[in-house]
C-alpha cells in the first residue's frame, strides 16, 4: 500500500483535517489515486502525516459520507468510483467573509430590508400544510406556464381594487422575481428596442438590460420624476418607470408628465413603457397615487410588480401584467417554458390573498411601517440644518442628505467605524455627481428603538448636535 504524500500548511486559515480530505478529493477526482485503491489506515497516515488519528478520522469521514471512499469493516477504505462533475467546490471562504462582513455592522440602513417580526406565520403554515396535503397530488406536476390561474386571478383582482389596473387574469405573467421577468421583456421587445431608464434607478434592473445587450440612455430625474422632455428628445424607444414612488428619490411622477409620457407611448407603435410598482402598497401620506397602466388608452404599458416588499423578499415571485399585443408576442416566445415559481408557493399565495390574508397584513404592515418612518423623522428633526431628508411619503427608505462640506465617502466611512452600513445616492446614478451627499436611509428591517439608536450613534460618528 501506498503512502500519502500530502503537503499539509500550518499557517494558513482552514483546519488539517480540511486541508487533508480536499487534498485526496482533489487526488480521486483527478484520477491521481484510481477506484478500488486501498488507502492508508488512519493510523499510518496520522504518523506519517505527523497528525492526530482523530484528524485523519475526520478526513475520512468526510470523504465517506460524500462518496470518494468506502470502508470495509476489519479491510480498510477504498477509492471509490465517481462520477464526472458529481462533486461542486464549497465556497466556504466567500461565506466566512459574509459572516465576518455582517458581524462588525450593528444597523444596516439597506432599502432593501423589510420587518421580519411581523410575518404571519401563523396564516402561512396553515396555507402551507393545506398545499402539501396529499389531496394535492396535482400540484406535483408542471401548471400553467404563465402561473396557475388561482394565483393570476387573485393578482388580477387585487391590482384592480387597489392600483386600478386594468387587466384579464390571462394578461398576467408571475416569474420569480423583477429581475427574472425583465429579460422576458427584453426579448419580447426585440432587438430594435432602446431603453430610457431613470437617472437615478434601479441598479438591478439596469443591470439587465446592460447584461442583454441592450442600450440604456439614462434620463434626469427631479422633484416631478423623470424628465419627460428629455426622453421625447431621445432616442429611447422604452421608458423603464417607477411612477408611483421613484426609486431611490422617491419622488411621484407628476399628472403632468404621466400624461406627456403616455402621450409619448401611444405617439408610435414601437413605443411603450415598463411600469415599476415595486413598493405602492405602502403610501403614508397624500392621495393614492394611480397606476399608469390604469391611465392608459393605449395598451402601451407593461405593469410589473412583486411580493418582494409586500410579504418578503425570498418567496420570489412577482408579476407582469402585459398589453394585448405583446401577450401574442409572449405566448409565441415561451410556448415551451416552464413557470419559474414553485407550484406549491404559488397556492399557499393564492389561497393566503383569497381569504383576505394579504389586504390585512398590507394594512397592518402599513401601520408598522408609518410608525417606524415616524420614529426616523422625528429623530432627525433636531439635527436640521446640518442634515435632511426627502421622500418621507412612501415606501420603506427616505434621501437623508447631508450639508456638512464632507464627502460621501468620508461620511460612509465615519459610519462604518461605529457599525452602521449606508448606501450612498451615487451609487444609483450612472455617473456620480459632487456636491451635498445623500443617503438611502432604509427603516424597514430595524425596530423602532434601533432608528433612534442608530441615528443618534450616526450623527454622534458625523460630528453632528441637536440645534
Ligand atoms: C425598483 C425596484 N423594483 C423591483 C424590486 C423588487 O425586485 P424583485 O421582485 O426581483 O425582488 C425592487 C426591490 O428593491 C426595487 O427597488
Avoid at 331 to 336: G, L, S
Amino acid at each position: 500500500m501506498e503512502m500519502l504524500v500530502l503537503k499539509l500548511e500550518k499557517d494558513i486559515d482552514m483546519p488539517l483535517y480540511e486541508q487533508i480530505y480536499e487534498k485526496i478529493r482533489v487526488d480521486i477526482t483527478d484520477g491521481k489515486l484510481p477506484v478500488g485503491m486501498k488507502l492508508p489506515s488512519k493510523r499510518k497516515l496520522g504518523e506519517f502525516l505527523d497528525v492526530s488519528q482523530t484528524t485523519i478520522e475526520l478526513a475520512y469521514g468526510q470523504l465517506i459520507a460524500e462518496g470518494f471512499i468506502s470502508s470495509i469493516p476489519r479491510k480498510g477504505f477504498y477509492v471509490q468510483a465517481i462520477e464526472e462533475l458529481a462533486y461542486v467546490r464549497p465556497i466556504k471562504n466567500t461565506k466566512m467573509a459574509t459572516i465576518e462582513e455582517q458581524d462588525s455592522i450593528d444597523f444596516d440602513f439597506s432599502p432593501g430590508h423589510i420587518d421580519t417580526d411581523s410575518f404571519p406565520f401563523t396564516q402561512w403554515r396553515k396555507y402551507a400544510k393545506e398545499v402539501i396535503d396529499e389531496s394535492s397530488k396535482n400540484l406535483l406536476l408542471l401548471g400553467d406556464p404563465h402561473g396557475d390561474i388561482e394565483l393570476r386571478q387573485e393578482i388580477a383582482r387585487y391590482l384592480y381594487h387597489s392600483r386600478g389596473v386594468d387587466c384579464t387574469p390571462e394578461q398576467i405573467i408571475v416569474g420569480s422575481g423583477t429581475e427574472q421577468l425583465m429579460p422576458l421583456v427584453i426579448r419580447i421587445l426585440g432587438t430594435g428596442a432602446t431603453y430610457a431608464i431613470e437617472d437615478p434607478g434601479y441598479p438591478l434592473t439596469h443591470h439587465v438590460f446592460f447584461h442583454n445587450n441592450r442600450e440604456a440612455i439614462p434620463i434626469h430625474v427631479d422633484d416631478e420624476g423623470i424628465d419627460v422632455q428629455s426622453l421625447q428628445q431621445s432616442d429611447a424607444t422604452i421608458a423603464y418607470v417607477t411612477p408611483s414612488h421613484q426609486f431611490p428619490t422617491g419622488t411621484v411622477l407628476s399628472a403632468a408628465r404621466r400624461t406627456a409620457l403616455l402621450n409619448w407611448a401611444s405617439s408610435q407603435e414601437e413605443h411603450f413603457i415598463i411600469e415599476d410598482d415595486y413598493d405602492s402598497e405602502f403610501r403614508y401620506a397624500g392621495r393614492p397615487i394611480p397606476s399608469l397602466q390604469g391611465m392608459d388608452k393605449g395598451d402601451s404599458v407593461i405593469y410589473l410588480s412583486t411580493f418582494s416588499k409586500s410579504l418578503m423578499p425570498s418567496l420570489r415571485i412577482a408579476y407582469m401584467v402585459l398589453p394585448n399585443v405583446l401577450l401574442e408576442r409572449y405566448k409565441d416566445a415561451f410556448i415551451h417554458y416552464a413557470s419559474t415559481v414553485p407550484r406549491l408557493d404559488q397556492h399557499i399565495l393564492a389561497r393566503f390573498m383569497a381569504d383576505g390574508h394579504f389586504s390585512r397584513h398590507l394594512n397592518k404592515m402599513r401601520k408598522i411601517y408609518k410608525r417606524k418612518l415616524q420614529t426616523l423623522t422625528e429623530t432627525l428633526i433636531p439635527y436640521a440644518p446640518h442634515v435632511s431628508f426627502s421622500g418621507d411619503e412612501a415606501g420603506m427608505h427616505i434621501i437623508v442628505t447631508v450639508h456638512t462640506g464632507e464627502s460621501e465617502q468620508m461620511l460612509t466611512t465615519a459610519a462604518e467605524k461605529v457599525g452602521i452600513r449606508l448606501y450612498g445616492l451615487n451609487s444609483y446614478r450612472t455617473t456620480p455627481i459632487l456636491g451635498e451627499p445623500s443617503f438611502l436611509i432604509g427603516f424597514g428591517g430595524l425596530s423602532v428603538h434601533s432608528i433612534t439608536d442608530a441615528i443618534n450613534n450616526l450623527m454622534r460618528a458625523w460630528g453632528i448636535r441637536k440645534t
